[in-house]
Nanobody, 115 residues
Framework: QVQLVESGGGLVQTGGSLRLSCAVSGGIFSINDMGWYRQAPGNQRELVASITNGGSTNYLDSVKGRFTISRDNAKNTVYLQMNSLKPEDTAVYYC?????????WGQGTQVTVSS
């Protein structure tokens, strides 16, 4: 059974940093894209950052220069380093793994940035 297990969320003050991790287990093969999405109350889920198996990245404009996505293909793990956090970054963050014939989501981890 495929599982995406996220960790690293929490409460941080404005300007602080957090590092999210998402480990994929359960015999999944050939992951193409991995990404982080977020959803704040009353808002739609939005893409924060994504990375291909070749290392190409894509970021939401509002996080460019502050967030960095990376992945360890050998460990099937994706990371999101979040610096200079702002209250508007507060949301539940979800990990996604996509292959040729599947999409899997994690359960989400709460990130709260206090002002």
């Amino acid at each position: 059974q495929v599982q995406l297990v996220e960790s690293g969320g929490g409460l941080v003050q404005t300007g602080g940093s957090l590092r999210l991790s998402c480990a994929v287990s359960g015999g999944i093969f050939s992951i193409n894209d991995m990404g982080w999405y977020r959803q704040a109350p009353g808002n739609q889920r939005e893409l924060v950052a994504s990375i291909t198996n070749g290392g190409s990245t894509n970021y939401l404009d509002s996080v460019k220069g502050r967030f960095t996505i990376s992945r360890d293909n050998a460990k099937n793990t994706v990371y999101l380093q979040m610096n200079s956090l702002k209250p508007e970054d507060t949301a539940v963050y979800y990990c996604k793994a996509r292959g040729a014939s599947y999409v899997y989501w994690g359960q989400g981890t709460q990130v709260t940035v206090s002002s």
